[in-house]
T-cell receptor
Framework: SQQGEEDPQALSIQEGENATMNCSYKTSINNLQWYRQNSGRGLVHLILIRSNEREKHSGRLRVTLDTSKKSSSLLITASRAADTASYFCATAMNSGGYQKVTFGTGTKLQVIP | NAGVTQTPKFQVLKTGQSMTLQCAQDMNHNSMYWYRQDPGMGLRLIYYSASEGTTDKGEVPNGYNVSRLNKREFSLRLESAAPSQTSVYFC???????????FGPGTRLTVT
């Protein structure tokens, strides 16, 4: 079963606007990660937030985590056409030496120039 | 430093045929993973290998086998391909310190 559920499934915005994607999950996690996937390519890691962190920034990305609500959001500020891609959240739980990572179904973002 | 490489990029099989998808990483990572990606389903874990010499089933292992040949290489085998295995397959390795997964470019497999 999918641990992470992204919302919305698809998002279309104008260049320069902000894009917000949400992720909800069901069980306890050690960390939550966001990945980007350009069409026909592999996933690229964007940012990781640990379960004891509430907010993290990386360039134009801002991630929040609310463990009480089991939810996270990814904000991309001042979007560019190059941000057009699918974005996936992935929840990670450590079990011994193994990290179980479960991916959501993704949000498809289109940034219109 | 090539990261994670996968071969082939594309493959068409007939039902019942077998094939092996190859994956290699040059980042000295212990953990490696095989996922499949289907439209609207996100990525689902097929098998993983926490370290050289160990492999374990993921969420959807039926119809697949894996081999962790050495620390660099992790292969996925389809013994008797079925149309339900039409998908895009991704291999990944994990950096133990950062927990970041590095993905290969994928293999697009069609089973007719």
């Amino acid at each position: 079963s999918q641990q992470g559920e992204e919302d919305p499934q698809a998002l279309s915005i104008q260049e320069g606007e902000n894009a917000t994607m949400n992720c909800s999950y069901k069980t306890s996690i050690n960390n939550l990660q966001w990945y980007r996937q350009n069409s026909g390519r592999g996933l690229v890691h964007l940012i990781l937030i640990r379960s004891n962190e509430r907010e993290k920034h990386s360039g134009r990305l801002r991630v929040t985590l609310d463990t009480s609500k089991k939810s996270s959001s990814l904000l991309i500020t001042a979007s560019r056409a190059a941000d057009t891609a699918s974005y996936f959240c992935a929840t990670a739980m450590n079990s011994g030496g193994y990290q179980k990572v479960t991916f959501g179904t993704g949000t498809k973002l289109q940034v219109i120039p | 430093n090539a990261g994670v490489t996968q071969t082939p990029k594309f493959q068409v099989l007939k039902t019942g045929q077998s094939m092996t998808l190859q994956c290699a990483q040059d980042m000295n990572h212990n953990s490696m993973y095989w996922y499949r990606q289907d439209p609207g389903m996100g990525l689902r874990l097929i098998y993983y290998s926490a370290s050289e010499g160990t492999t374990d089933k993921g969420e959807v292992p039926n119809g697949y086998n894996v081999s962790r040949l050495n620390k660099r290489e992790f292969s996925l085998r389809l013994e008797s391909a079925a149309p339900s295995q039409t998908s895009v397959y991704f291999c990944a390795s994990r950096d133990f310190l950062t927990n970041e997964q590095y993905f290969g470019p994928g293999t697009r497999l069609t089973v007719t």
